[in-house]
């Protein structure tokens, strides 16, 4: 029997609509190629391996879309801005965080509303975390 049975009907998370851990692993993963290529962001991270950094991202996203909780098991809470504090968050950082976001956004090939809804988040908290001015 394929029926769902009446009551159980449950609306899916965006991170389920749009393909759970795979979609946004692959999405971080793209990010990341060109973060490892960009002058400007390639010195910020902390660490030689981008990997964490990576790994990270891609709990985080997973989770604010109603995913597995576990970078904040790992990580507690996420405090954002605070955590990106110690870096120069300047109009340039952002324009450049934006642009690899943006290839990695288009390369997963979501249907145009979730395309938009993922854009909007990612400029929305691009903004967000600008704590420089210039
Ligand atoms: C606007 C430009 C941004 C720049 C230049 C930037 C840069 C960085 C850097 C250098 C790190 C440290 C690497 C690490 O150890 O994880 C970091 C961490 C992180 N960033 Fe950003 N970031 C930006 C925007 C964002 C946005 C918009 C988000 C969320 C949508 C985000 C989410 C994170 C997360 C989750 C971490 C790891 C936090 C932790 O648990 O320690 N970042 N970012």
Redesign the pocket.
Known sequence: MNEIPRGTLQEQTFYEQVGGEQTFRRLVHRFYQGVAEDP??RP????ED?G???E??A???MQ?WGGPRT?SD???H?R?RM??A????DRA??D???RH?RVAVEELGLSEEHERQLWD??T???????NTAG
């Open positions: 400007l962001l910020m991270y902390p660490e981008l964490p950094a990576e990270r991202l709990l985080f996203l604010y970078y790992r990580r507690g996420p954002l955590r990106h110690p870096f120069v968050v950082a952002h450049a965080w934006l976001m988040y990612m929305y908290a691009a903004a967000s975390m600008v």
